[in-house]
C-alpha cells in the first residue's frame, strides 16, 4: 500500500516524540511513528483509533504549553511565579 507522509505532520510527531510527550515504547509513540515514516494510510483500523483517540489530542495542543506542563510536572508540581513563552 502506497501512503503519503504529510511533511508538516511528519516534523510535529518529531518534536512531540522528542519532548518525550508519548510515553517511550508506548501503543501511542509506535502509532504516532509509524504516521511520521509511512504516513496515516499505513494504519489499520485498530491502529487508527489509538491515533485519533490518544495521540491526535496531544498533536492539537500547542507545543510551547505542553513543554511548560511537562516541565512542571517533572519538578514534582512547582510552579515558577511567571511561566514566558
Given at each position: ?52 483517540r490518544r495521540v491526535l489530542p496531544i498533536l492539537a ?25
Open positions: 500500500m502506497t501512503s503519503n507522509v504529510d511533511p508538516e505532520l511528519s516534523a510535529l510527531i518529531r518534536e512531540v516524540v522528542e519532548a518525550k510527550l508519548l510515553k517511550a515504547g508506548s501503543q501511542e509513540q509506535r502509532v504516532a511513528e509509524q504516521v511520521a515514516a509511512h504516513g496515516l494510510g499505513s494504519l489499520d483500523p485498530m491502529e487508527r483509533d489509538t491515533f485519533e495542543k500547542p507545543l510551547r504549553e505542553q513543554l511548560a506542563i511537562a516541565s512542571i510536572v517533572q519538578r514534582g508540581g512547582y510552579v515558577p511565579r511567571k511561566i514566558d513563552f
